[in-house]
């Protein structure tokens, strides 16, 4: 993020150490709005290859689009009415890839027909005729969106080297009164992470106009 906000010389770190993290995983997310429903999917849906090693492998390894992903299916209409009209189903596909993989529009449309015959065979549910709304998100739009490095849809990955005092710090050490928050600072990656982050960068804050608090 300071990349995108900040001159090169107010950066508390330069391209090469951005360059140099490992990025947690990035995703292909398909948002569809169906008519009908969509039983027997719960609102919960994990679909798992028999195998799994390879598309770990193509995550972390050998970065590619999976051959046979593990992917979630979530159907919140499942268990709220007011997330889809009458007569209709609301749902999304999360199935996880390698950060900074290309993701063309041709890509892209080959993967969507994959995962649609895909969730046909494994779970008896056919959406593709019932399709009325589709949004897709992946690696380009957490890049250009979000600023997301290499398009990780979850941050800076929790690896040895990126843990604890290793992962970029909430106070900026070259812009006085800056700080950062969130999964690309400590304590990591997640909602319960981030939130405690925020709290972190709060009192990191009032720390430094105030003094540390007394207990
Ligand atoms: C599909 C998906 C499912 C997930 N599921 C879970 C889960 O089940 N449980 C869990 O704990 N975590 C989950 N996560 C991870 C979790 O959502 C993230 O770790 C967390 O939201 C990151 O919080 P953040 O504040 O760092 O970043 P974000 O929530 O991404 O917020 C960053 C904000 O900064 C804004 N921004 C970016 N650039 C600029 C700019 N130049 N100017 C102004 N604003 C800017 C962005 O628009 C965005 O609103 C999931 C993530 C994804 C993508």
Redesign the pocket.
Known sequence: ?ER??LPDHERQYDDDYWESRTYAPS?F?MYLGVEGDVDPLAHHTLVLPENWDPHFDEIFERPAWPDDPAYYLCVPSQTDDSVAPDGHSNL?V?VPLAPGLPDTEPVRERYREKILDDVAENTGVDLRERIVVEER?CVSE?AD????TEGT???LAHTLRQTSLLRPSIRSSAVDGLYF?????TPG??????LI??EHAANALIEDREGPATP
């Open positions: 993020m995108e906000l995703a997310l999304f999360l998100f957490f969106r979000y600023n997301a849809a979850l941050g928050t969130g999964s690309f600072t990656i997640g909602v319960p992470m981030c982050s925020g």
